[in-house]
């Protein structure tokens, strides 16, 4: 899909774009600098504190159906009641730990998952309470393209607005909610050209790693080797170096056996970290993105910018009517939704058991070493409340043994005055 | 601050979800001072909501996806001869081949016409036969702070299944050679429209800064005092002098680099997003304006160079400035 990047960008005349930064800076710097203008261009905000006040009476009957979800006492979602005895929908990946629910009256409940479904990234949670008022769903062909939508949040005002940007479709070739990895990974700085024998070096990136650790340009490349983790790898196809180092972190050495001019050289180089794409950079520009971002089969976009920890709860048009569950902000321009008619058909699977959760679905890949520890953590209180839901059981057991043997033996004892 | 175009190339089937089924909202035709503030209660939000509604059938069909070689921005129509503004930065050059990608995922041929590089405003002619929806252009000096604006455009390059993206928003700023408005941009939605509530073009989206809020467009007026020239296929307002090829970080109080544009001098000379340039030609450098002070005082071809923190170390470079 992705087109070579770097020969369309010549193409596209790079003399064009410095000029036209160099050009632009002036306005934006009108736009944004003297602390009293930026204050009073805020006022005139689509998410100002007026416009917000306006949605009040719109979220009002929502927030109470709309509640926040903390993990280990942190916010980390927010979340929408669906069944008056305790049933809350909302983000799967977002929870991380151990799991809270505070309504909007502020009573606080201990949540447990009982049932994901991992391509939406939604979960539902199960709190021990009754008589909860339900938000009030609508298919969300209610609201076409330019209407508005709030996210109630637990307050008086929603958490942010916006307007439909383009009506709930199916996404091709989508595969299921996945997290974006970061762009973190290591980068080594060589172009790469395939050979007969290994790999070329057709580019060595000045000041990069592999320009530090004496690559040059032609260099054949037969073998390579992350110093912390792997065994030499075998480099034949240029991918098998691409994958090699993609899996490195930042700071990594990277030992690469090297032909040059008959001879073979061993050379250690020290990755740095892969410059983020055009489009991620502009993507991650203003505001924070969810983790879980993409792979939805089917979405409803529309242009609030919501933070990544108040996905989970309602999204509503202008009658309060749920139009489906924030699930994702996915770029500077874009909040996914999943809409109704897409949660509605999977709502009593997600309760009933139908789509259990497991660890490794609810903790996906690419954790960081700390939710890592998260998860290790909740596996083994998980283990742990099993461990004593089976001791009570085992006693149960015993108990239920005993008193059956006691029976068996009064039933012997023609007296029966070995009971009671 | 960076230009909105995207460059990267989609697959070759369009399938457009069609509007049809919109049920339409009957306009306010007097123009509202509803439409300038703030709502004050869900009364007012509907009557913006119902004039959106009421315009977006009449302009998303005249947004088009604008392909040039590999890039792809936005554009929009806005005659019956078959004139689409864009940005200049999307059309470039005058005379190239253009493919545009109608609403419907129709696809028509056309040639990028003039362009002002300075203000970033371009111009394409669809030279395909055909009767085309187009949108009409209002004018910028009559916007106001605060009243409310349409942004349509190809987020991201043209998406199979997903019509035009729209966003809702308010002017924050006005000048003459820039609006800002909080209608999310990012690439490809370069060249795109912005619209008055009314539905005429007030503006061609053109690129953004850090902030959420630093969406900027070329004011509508710029297209009508240049109409000729860029129709004759002018190319105007470019620069010369010495090219680098980066863009920076304006929060940080250093040189911070945030993009290096591949196949620019620098991206030859080793220069990486997120290195801190700390000296040029010996010289200590502040913040990244600077860089462009220094730079333009230096010839193309001139070497300069660079000592470069780039996490714990300090790089040296040498790098061959190119033309622009």
Redesign the interface.
């Given at each position: 899909?992705?087109?070579?990047?770097?020969?369309?960008?010549?193409?596209?005349?790079?003399?064009?774009?410095?000029?036209?930064?160099?050009?632009?800076?002036?306005?934006?710097?009108?736009?944004?600098a003297p602390t009293t203008q930026k204050q009073k261009?805020?006022?005139?905000?689509?998410?100002?504190p007026?416009?917000l006040?306006?949605?009040r009476?719109?979220v009002a009957e929502p927030s109470k159906a709309t509640v926040r979800i903390l993990a280990d006492g942190e916010k980390a979602a927010l979340g929408a009641i669906v069944g008056p005895d305790g049933w809350i929908l909302t983000k799967a990946s977002l929870l991380n730990g151990d799991l809270h629910v505070r309504l909007k009256d502020g009573r606080e409940f201990p949540a447990r998952i009982v049932g994901v479904h991992k391509h939406y990234d939604l979960a539902m949670l199960k709190i021990e309470a009754r008589n909860l008022p339900t938000i009030r769903w609508a298919d969300s062909?209610v609201a076409?393209?330019?209407?508005?939508v709030a996210s109630p949040g637990v307050d008086r005002l929603p958490v942010a607005i916006?307007?439909?940007?383009?009506?709930a479709?199916?996404?091709?070739n989508a595969k299921g909610a996945k997290p974006t990895p970061e762009s973190g990974a290591g980068f080594l700085?060589i172009s790469l050209e395939e050979a007969e024998e290994g790999v070329k070096v057709s580019q060595v990136?000045?000041?990069?790693g592999a320009?530090k650790a004496g690559v040059r340009v032609n260099d054949i490349i037969v073998s390579a080797q992350n110093k912390t983790i792997d065994k030499p790898e075998n480099i034949d196809k240029p991918e098998k170096l691409i994958n090699l180092i993609m899996r490195c972190k930042?700071?990594d050495s990277v030992v690469l056996l090297i032909k040059r001019d008959g001879k073979e050289l061993k050379m250690q180089a020290k990755l740095?970290?892969r410059?983020?794409s055009?489009?991620e950079?502009?993507?991650n520009?203003?505001?924070k993105l969810s983790k879980v971002r993409s792979g939805f089969p089917k979405i409803l976009?529309h242009?609030s910018?919501i933070k990544p920890e108040d996905c989970g709860g309602p999204l509503v048009d202008?009658e309060g009517r749920a139009i489906g569950i924030n699930v994702a902000r996915a770029?500077?321009?874009?909040s996914y939704a999943i809409a109704t008619e897409h949660i509605l058909p999977i709502l009593y699977d997600l309760m009933s058991g139908k789509l259990p959760p497991r660890q490794s679905e609810v903790s996906a890949e690419n954790l960081s070493p700390q939710q890592k520890v998260e998860a290790a953590r909740a596996a083994l209180r998980k283990a742990e409340e099993e461990k004593r839901a089976a001791d009570k059981r085992l006693q149960e057991a015993r108990q239920a043994l005993q008193r059956a043997e006691a029976e068996a033996r009064a039933a012997k004892d023609p007296t029966g005055q070995s009971q009671d | 601050?960076?230009?909105?175009?995207?460059?990267?190339?989609?697959?070759a089937l369009f399938v457009f979800?069609s509007?049809a089924?919109?049920?339409l909202v009957r306009a306010d035709q007097d123009k509202s001072p509803i439409f300038d503030s703030?709502?004050?209660?869900?009364e007012?939000?509907?009557a913006?909501?119902n004039q959106?509604?009421a315009v977006?059938p009449k302009i998303?069909p005249c947004t088009v996806c604008v392909r040039?070689?590999?890039?792809q921005g936005s554009g929009v129509i806005v005659d019956k001869e078959g004139h689409v503004l864009t940005a200049?930065?999307v059309s470039?050059?005058a005379n190239r081949n253009v493919i545009l990608v109608l609403h419907d995922g129709k696809t028509v041929k056309g040639k990028t016409l003039g362009s002002n590089?300075?203000?970033?405003s371009g111009m394409i002619k669809i030279t395909d036969k055909g009767e085309f929806p187009f949108a009409p252009m209002g004018k910028a000096a009559d916007l106001k702070?605060?009243q409310?604006c349409?942004a349509i455009g190809h987020?991201?390059g043209f998406q199979?299944?997903?019509?035009p993206?729209?966003?809702?928003?308010?002017?924050?700023?006005v000048?003459e050679?820039?609006i800002?408005t909080?209608?999310?941009?990012?690439?490809g939605?370069s060249g795109g429209p912005l619209f008055d509530l009314e539905g005429r073009v007030i503006g061609i989206h053109?690129?953004?800064?850090?902030?959420?809020?630093?969406n900027?467009h070329v004011p509508i007026d710029t297209y009508h005092e240049t109409w000729d020239r860029l129709a004759e296929g002018e190319v105007w307002?470019?620069?010369s002098g010495p090219?680098?090829?980066?863009?920076g970080d304006?929060k940080s109080k250093e040189c911070r680099i945030?993009?290096?544009?591949?196949?620019?001098p620098a991206?030859?000379?080793?220069?990486?997003?997120?290195d801190i340039i700390t000296k040029i030609n010996g010289e200590a450098i502040g913040p990244y304006?600077q860089l462009?002070e220094r730079l333009s005082k230096m010839k193309p071809g001139a070497k300069v160079k660079l000592e470069?923190k780039?996490?714990d170390d300090i790089?040296?470079?040498e790098i061959t400035l190119?033309?622009?």
């Open positions: 899909m992705i087109g070579d990047t770097r020969t369309s960008l010549r193409r596209f005349g790079l003399a064009v774009i410095l000029g036209l930064i160099v050009a632009s800076a002036g306005s934006l710097v009108q736009a944004s261009s805020n006022a005139f905000r689509k998410d100002s007026q416009v006040e306006a949605f009476s719109v062909s076409p393209v330019g209407n508005w916006g307007v439909v940007s383009v009506a479709r199916t996404v091709p700085g990136l000045p000041g990069s320009a930042p700071g740095g970290k410059p983020r055009r489009g950079f502009q993507n520009l203003g505001s976009q242009d910018v202008l770029g500077r321009t874009e | 601050m960076n230009p909105l175009i995207v460059r990267f190339f989609a697959g979800v509007l089924g919109l049920p703030a709502p004050k209660n869900v007012e939000l509907k913006i909501q959106v509604r977006l998303l040039i070689g590999a890039g200049g930065h470039g050059a590089r300075l203000i970033d702070k605060g409310w349409i987020p991201g199979k299944g997903r019509t993206v729209v966003r809702v928003g308010r002017i924050l700023s000048s050679t820039a800002v909080d209608c999310t941009l990012v690439g939605d053109s690129r953004i800064g850090g902030s959420i809020a630093a900027v307002g470019g620069r090219f680098l090829g980066v863009e304006l945030a993009r290096v544009l591949p196949g620019s991206a030859k000379g080793g220069l990486m997003a997120g304006k462009g470069v780039r996490d790089v040296m470079l190119g033309k622009r």
